[in-house]
């Protein structure tokens, strides 16, 4: 069942949304060559610790991987599409890209984003990974209106990324997100015609979020039972936003 929220819900998203944005911001300020991935952890942690708030992935417990995930941050360097795990013995190098994924909950309610950072100079072609990817999520984002359909965001997504010659990773998808981290729909990043197709309406809120590999689309899942790489070990990019459907149009709850 897809959950309609009221304003007075949407205000509660919003602040939630705002928490993350400031914690990504911040960590993308720290992001360069020598800093680990522990170390944005760390800085993440206390923020939300601070603000009064909940970490929505710290303690998540998915039961294919047999255990709970151990921190407020998935840190994905490089090959590595999702859920990678903060570590002191993750040092980032020139050339790397990482993306960040967070969540938390306030006052009852979610907020979840995540940018993808170059670590000082990087290919003009990872450049392109990730200037594509960001703009999949945009063209997304503009499809997110009233009388819509769930395939015009998914299909916006995939057209601009195959188009630009990159592949859309499958396993893993976006949600729709509110009291709950993950609610319905499921929001493929392409038009998956098994599933249904439901027609958007004011009050929905949608994690909208691509992940795009610059080769192979197909990943695998490391022996930590969380980090999903691509199995090609070619780079892969991953961008998300919280967006509310509004008769006014798109709301974007995770930036200001």
């Not at 995540?114 to 003009?124: D, K, L, N, R, Y």
Request: glycine content about 8%; hydrophobic content about 40%.
């Amino acid at each position: 069942m897809i959950i309609r929220k009221s304003p007075a819900e949407l205000e509660k998203m919003r602040r939630a949304g705002m928490l993350v944005h400031q914690i990504l911001d911040t960590v993308r300020g720290m992001i360069r060559e020598g800093v680990t991935t522990f170390d944005l952890e760390v800085v993440a942690d206390k923020m939300i610790r601070d603000a009064g708030a909940k970490p929505a992935f710290k303690g998540y417990y998915v039961p294919a991987a047999g255990t709970k995930f151990p921190s407020v941050l998935c840190t994905s360097v490089n090959c590595e599409v999702v859920h990678g795990m903060p570590s002191a013995k993750r040092v980032l190098r020139s050339g790397d890209i990482i993306s960040v994924d967070t969540g938390v909950q306030l006052d009852g309610y979610f907020g979840d984003s995540a940018i993808t950072v170059p670590v000082g100079e990087v290919s003009e072609e990872v450049k392109r990974l990730l200037r594509v990817t960001e703009e999949s999520l945009e063209l997304a984002i503009q499809q997110a209106r009233p009388g819509n359909r769930l395939f015009d965001i998914c299909g916006a997504v995939e057209r601009h990324v195959t188009s630009n010659g990159f592949s859309i990773v499958r396993e893993f998808v976006g949600h729709g997100i509110g009291a709950s981290l993950h609610e319905e729909p499921q929001v493929p990043n392409y038009v998956d015609r098994r599933n249904e197709n439901p027609r958007l309406k004011e009050g929905m809120v949608l994690a909208i979020e691509p992940m795009v590999a610059a080769g192979r689309p197909e990943t695998k899942v490391l022996e930590d039972r969380w980090t999903a790489v691509t199995k090609d070990a070619s780079y892969a990019a991953h961008f998300e936003h919280c967006v509310a459907i509004t008769s006014n149009g798109p709301l974007v709850l995770t930036r200001p």
